[in-house]
């Protein structure tokens, strides 16, 4: 997830803690919350069999834990927006079970959404060890800052406090969260190809709920009749083809696309119905259609500019 991402229950059970969304868990975290009973929302996850997807669990896993994407990271680190505590590929360490009603009446699947404990947990790990990660977390922060922690993190300079297994752990729960939450939001998710589902599924992992924002294409992929392609004359109907080139458009000409490009590119090629046949093809196509944004780049270009302007211009005033 991005730093910024990570990561919905409709009905929580009435000794969860239910903040509003996206609200961290206020720390310190009591006992009784690191340790919640294994069962809903929970136990759909632990009942998670691979033939329930048609792509490779472990490639969407290699893929989030990319360093091109969340990197991988094996001790708490600040999220870079908002100095949140993440590890592994972007696992939010402190956020409370949320509430995220399904507001489609045509899809039966139900959002899930449980604390970072509850997920802890699922993965197998100990409760009161996400609570001494935590408190470390808070001592380094105020020691190190946001800028020297982040520093160190690029520098690899962290004591590990996950192993390799455990991290993978984490991000195998995570994902399977992701691929549930997928299913609540597209109604026809089943019968998508592997790599459309794989694309859905990469996209809640990275958004979480901001996922809900992006109105267009989530009508776009649920075929609601206005969202379908602008260029269908009344009463023409859509082809396989030119569902899913409309779906593709409506990502393509998101923020998100343009800020995070390299990223979008690959998710949204694979949302090409002929994306299994030429991958490279695919990749190409939406590539030429993504114009990432180059603020920070005109920037640095223009005050180097003006510099050089400036040296020049003291140049010549000292020759004459």
């Not at 009905?11 to 340790?35: D, G, K």
């Not at 079970?97 to 604390?115: G, I, K, T, V």
């Not at 808070?138 to 020297?148: C, T």
């Not at 939406?286 to 302007?309: F, M």
Request: hydrophobic share 35%; net charge neutral; aromatic share 8%.
């Amino acid at each position: 997830m991005d730093a910024a991402g990570q990561a919905t229950a409709a009905q929580m059970p009435s000794s969860a803690t239910v903040t509003p969304l996206n609200l961290p868990l206020q720390r310190p975290i009591p006992y009784m919350v690191v340790s919640p009973t294994l069962s809903s929302p929970i136990q759909p996850l632990l009942d998670f069999r691979d033939s329930d997807i048609k792509f490779n669990l472990g490639e969407l896993m290699s893929n989030l834990r990319d360093t091109r994407h969340e990197g991988w990271v094996l001790a708490a680190y600040p999220d870079p927006k908002t100095s949140r505590p993440l590890i592994g590929a972007g696992f939010s360490l402190d956020v409370s079970a949320r509430d995220h009603p399904q507001s489609d009446p045509l899809n039966p699947n139900q959002f899930l959404e449980p604390s970072s404990a509850q997920l802890w947990q699922a993965a197998g790990l100990d409760g009161i060890r996400l609570q001494s990660i935590l408190d470390q977390y808070d001592e380094d922060l105020a020691k190190w800052k946001k800028r020297n922690f982040q520093r160190k993190v690029r520098q690899h300079a962290l004591e590990p406090q996950l192993t390799e297994a455990e991290a993978t752990q984490l991000l195998r729960i995570s994902t399977i969260q992701a691929v549930h939450n997928a299913r609540a939001y597209c109604r026809g998710f089943d019968q998508f190809t592997g790599y459309q589902q794989m694309a859905l599924s990469q996209l809640v992992f990275q958004m979480g709920v901001n996922l809900e924002e992006f109105t267009h294409f989530l009508g776009a992929i649920n075929n609601d009749p206005e969202y379908r392609d602008a260029s269908l004359l009344p009463g023409e109907t859509e082809s396989d083809a030119q569902h899913w080139k409309n779906v593709q458009s409506m990502l393509i000409q998101s923020d998100w696309a343009r800020r995070y490009s390299t990223r979008a590119i690959s998710v949204i090629a694979m949302f090409d119905a002929e994306y299994a046949n030429d991958p490279a093809s695919a990749e190409r196509k939406v590539r030429a259609q993504v114009h990432p944004y180059r603020h920070h780049r005109r920037r640095a270009a223009t005050l180097k500019s003006a510099s050089a302007k400036h040296k020049k211009s003291t140049s010549r005033t000292h020759e004459s």
